[in-house]
């Protein structure tokens, strides 16, 4: 008997490397993995469903998942995980010196509802009281015109989502001052060339994340792993063998980080950092399973649904296939 033949697209990073150049094997899986960023997986995800497993946008999945309509089930091997106290980005010249100084402006966003964006709204609902309805949202593309939401979203009437001028990017109006701030996964051009009035809103984004941890417990949770879920009602075993082959990929890739003989990435005080960042968070720093992130998964569906995107507020078991619940003990 063969093994079951999947197509699988998730990004290229140190945690997936192990599965992608076959040291990690999927029990009963014949992989055709596809290497993309997360715009081009996510887009061709929910628009077409074209993939068997991939890696997926939480808030998206979480969107589809609260509609009944979701093509995948989700599997919690969270690929990609960021404390976004980075992605926030300021004009210099419109009076903002905190967080707080954000309600009443027109902050650019790629989309709505995108995973990054629901993270930084809730930091700044949370942290400094600057409420979702208090902003005027100006949704359109970073670098390029006319990116749209990649799934259809009604909001409630307190939202203020605009679209961006179908000629304008969200990097032209920030260096021309259309838009006062921008939010986002990636930052604006405009700042990685040192425009002068563009700046991080954090100075130090750093110890403002280290000390949200602190005070949360929360690594925030950008993608999850899913599978179709034809396939994992058809193969009931599937999503398990997936959980477990995801964690030994990280497992191996974190090894190799934990061997100072030769550093893995092209970094200086990758040791230091990883010592830092098991210091504040312990040895597991990036857990996949339900268990050891249930806060965090609990504290991202409240803001999903309290930001007017979920239908409902969706229970954490909703969102996985059962048997990626629990596990064997030896």
């Known amino acids: 008997m063969s093994d079951l033949r999947l197509s699988i697209a998730i990004g290229d990073y140190d945690r997936n490397r192990p599965l992608l150049d076959g040291a990690v094997q999927i029990d009963g899986v014949d992989p055709v ?18 993939f068997d497993v991939c890696e997926a ?9 609260a509609r009944g309509d979701s093509p995948y089930v989700g599997v919690p091997a969270f690929l990609s995980r960021a404390f976004r106290h980075t992605g926030i980005f300021i004009r210099t010249d419109r009076g903002i010196a905190r967080p707080e100084d954000l309600s009443g402006k027109r902050i650019g966003c790629p989309e709505y509802q995108l995973t990054a964006c629901v993270w930084i709204r809730a930091i700044l609902e949370n942290d400094y009281g600057v409420k979702p309805s208090e ?15 990649k799934i259809s979203i009604e909001l409630p009437p307190e939202i203020t989502v605009e679209p961006a001028p179908a000629d304008r990017s969200l990097n032209e109006m920030l260096m021309a001052g259309e838009i006062d701030a921008y939010i ?31 005070r949360t417990r929360i690594f925030p949770i950008m993608h999850v792993l899913c599978v179709r879920r034809s396939i994992a009602e058809a193969q009931p075993w599937l999503p398990a063998a ?32 990883l010592q830092a960042a098991r210091t504040l968070m312990g040895q597991d720093f990036w857990s996949y399973g339900v ?16 930001q007017g995107l979920s ?12 048997s990626t619940l629990e596990a064997f003990k030896i």
Request: zero cysteines; a neutral charge; glycine letters at 4%.
């Open 33 to 50: 993995f596809m290497k993309l960023v997360p715009e081009e997986i996510f887009f061709r995800a929910f628009r077409h469903a074209e």
């Open 57 to 65: 946008s939480l808030s998206s999945f979480t969107l589809k998942t």
């Open 184 to 214: 986002g996964p990636r930052s604006p051009p405009a700042f990685d060339a040192g425009h002068p009035k563009i700046a991080r809103l954090f100075p130090d984004p750093t110890a403002a994340a280290s000390d949200y941890y602190r």
């Open 242 to 273: 997936l959980l477990k082959a995801f964690e030994q990929s990280k497992a191996a890739a974190l090894a190799k980080l934990s061997d100072t003989s030769a550093t893995k990435i092209t970094l200086p005080f990758v040791e230091e950092q």
């Open 135 to 149: 902003v005027t949202w100006v949704r359109g593309g970073l670098e390029q015109p006319g990116r749209a939401e």
């Open 291 to 306: 268990g050891p992130n249930r806060h965090a998964l609990e504290a991202f569906l409240e803001a999903h649904h309290s």
């Open 311 to 322: 239908s409902r507020r969706l229970a954490v078991e909703e969102l996985f296939h059962s």
